[in-house]
């Protein structure tokens, strides 16, 4: 294994990327970063400080100003920002439902984006790193570049059993599709760019994507 493997996976909601990623990183010894909780983590701190709303310059100024921190382990990822644990706060369906807001914002993106290449210089670059423009934007020199796609049912199906009752039927589908609507307005994670290799976990287990992506990776 090279002293350096960094590993990037974008794709849509549901496609697996999280469970890829988490289980990729503890085969192969290497940090896992959610960048999606990221930008979860920083809506907390939207509603909790504007429940009305607020305008776009309002939300970049927030992130701008907040101390957001991520535990990378892939047994316990962890969030916090401005000293609160939100790691169960993010998963919540309010959060899903406003996250469009603050994901769209152009300057948080480049905020968040500059934390994430933070996270990942911290960790020498032995890092599986999973969302949405991560092997475009956040590291388009990754030694291993992935689009994880799946079948539309399929992805509202595993995001439906992964949420269980805290969200009705078409809460997750509207988690699903019209996030991922709302976010290709400023981010493309259905098109493979030149390099990267696109998955399709329809039909496969987590292990079985996981075992292609360390046969890409040599490892």
């Not at 892939?74 to 644990?85: H, L």
């Not at 984006?113 to 996270?119: A, D, I, K, Q, S």
């Not at 291993?144 to 809460?171: I, N």
Request: aromatic residues 2%.
């Amino acid at each position: 294994m090279s002293e350096s493997l960094l590993v990037a996976i974008d794709g849509p909601s549901g496609s697996g990327k999280s469970t890829t990623a988490k289980l990729l990183a503890r085969r192969l010894g290497l940090g896992y970063l959610d960048t999606g909780a990221m930008y979860r983590a920083a809506t907390t701190e939207y509603l909790r400080r504007h429940p009305d709303g607020a305008s776009a310059g309002e939300i970049a100024a927030l992130v701008s100003a907040a101390d957001i921190v991520c535990e990378t382990s892939p047994e316990a990822p962890a969030f916090s920002i401005n000293g609160r644990d939100v790691t169960d706060e993010i998963r919540e369906p309010r959060i899903s439902a406003a996250v469009s807001e603050v994901a769209t914002n152009l300057e948080v993106r480049r905020l968040l984006t500059g934390l994430m290449r933070g996270v990942i210089d911290a960790h020498g670059r032995r890092i599986v790193v999973e969302g949405r423009d991560i092997t475009t934007v956040v590291a388009p020199d990754a030694d291993v570049r992935v689009l994880l796609v799946a079948d539309p049912a399929a992805r509202v199906a595993r995001r439906a059993a992964e949420v269980g009752d805290r969200a009705t039927a078409s809460e997750v589908t509207d988690q699903v599709l019209r996030r991922d609507k709302d976010d290709s307005t400023v981010s493309n994670f259905t098109d493979a760019a030149e390099g990267v290799v696109v998955i399709d976990s329809t039909f496969l287990t987590p292990d079985e994507v996981v075992d292609r992506i360390v046969a890409l990776a040599g490892a």
